[in-house]
Nanobody, 123 residues
């Protein structure tokens, strides 16, 4: 069982940056690949980024490549999403998720989810 809690969301102007964090419970954090997803109003939840247990495999959605960076600190049971050059279309609720096995880009393959944190990009 893994419990996840996101933090770091907020209101930012276009071109700005935010760093999201996701703290996980449990003592086997490195056994889980972690993912970030987002859901905008009226849209389906979409994949943003994923990272394997020891950071050897990383995936990004094409629209965030070069702007977002996913990382993790297994000693602190935390995964991060550094978001730079934010755009209004990045506005969404951002969720972190955990899955056993390899990093995945499909939301149904994730077993545990956090409650989400709101990111709003607006001037």
């Amino acid at each position: 069982q893994v419990q996840l809690v996101e933090s770091g969301g907020g209101l930012v102007q276009p071109g700005g940056s935010l760093r999201l964090s996701c703290a996980a419970s449990g003592r086997t954090f490195s056994n889980y690949a972690m993912g970030w997803f987002r859901q905008a109003p009226g849209k389906e939840r979409e994949f943003v980024a994923a990272i394997s247990g020891y950071s050897g495999v990383i995936y990004y959605q094409d629209s965030v490549k070069g702007r977002f960076t996913i990382s993790r600190d297994n000693a602190k049971n935390t995964v991060f999403l550094q978001m730079n050059s934010l755009k209004p279309e990045d506005t969404a609720v951002y969720y972190c998720a955990a899955t056993t096995g390899p990093a995945r880009t499909s939301a149904p393959r994730y077993d545990y989810w956090g409650p989400g944190t709101q990111v709003t990009v607006s001037s």
